[in-house]
């Protein structure tokens, strides 16, 4: 079982920053694949970013290419988002996930545990 628990959202100006956390339970951290979704108001969850377990490859969505980057440091049971050049359609509840076959992916089906997810806003 792996919890997690997001952290670093908050309101911003569009082109500002944030960094998003996401802290995870349990021993085996580095075995899994990490991924963050979000969800903006009367839209679906949507993928946004992904970081395998063996050689740390990401993929991205294309709408956060070039502005966004994964990342994750498996000695503090943590992966990082780091949001730059932020937008206001980037408004949304941003959600950490691990998928325990270690192979990142942007399918949301495959992964086996979410958080409660954190809000980000992004004002014009």
């Known amino acids: 079982q792996v919890q997690l628990v997001e952290s670093g959202g908050g309101l911003v100006q569009a082109g500002g920053s944030l960094r998003l956390s996401c802290a995870a339970s349990?021993?085996?951290?580095?075995?899994?694949?990490m991924g963050w979704f979000r969800q903006a108001p009367g839209k679906e969850r949507e993928f946004v970013a992904c970081?395998?377990?063996?050689?740390?490859?990401?993929y991205y969505a294309d709408s956060v290419k070039g502005r966004f980057t994964i990342s994750r440091d498996n000695a503090e049971n943590t992966v990082y988002l780091q949001m730059n050049n932020l937008k206001p359609e980037d408004t949304a509840i941003y959600y950490c996930?691990?998928?325990?076959?270690?192979?990142?992916?942007?399918?949301?089906?495959?992964?086996?545990?979410w958080g409660q997810g954190t809000q980000v806003t992004v004002s014009s």
């Open positions: 996930a691990a998928d325990n076959n270690g192979l990142a992916s942007t399918r949301e089906a495959l992964y086996d545990y």
């Open positions: 349990g021993r085996t951290f580095s075995s899994y694949s």
């Open positions: 970081i395998n377990s063996i050689n740390r490859r990401t």
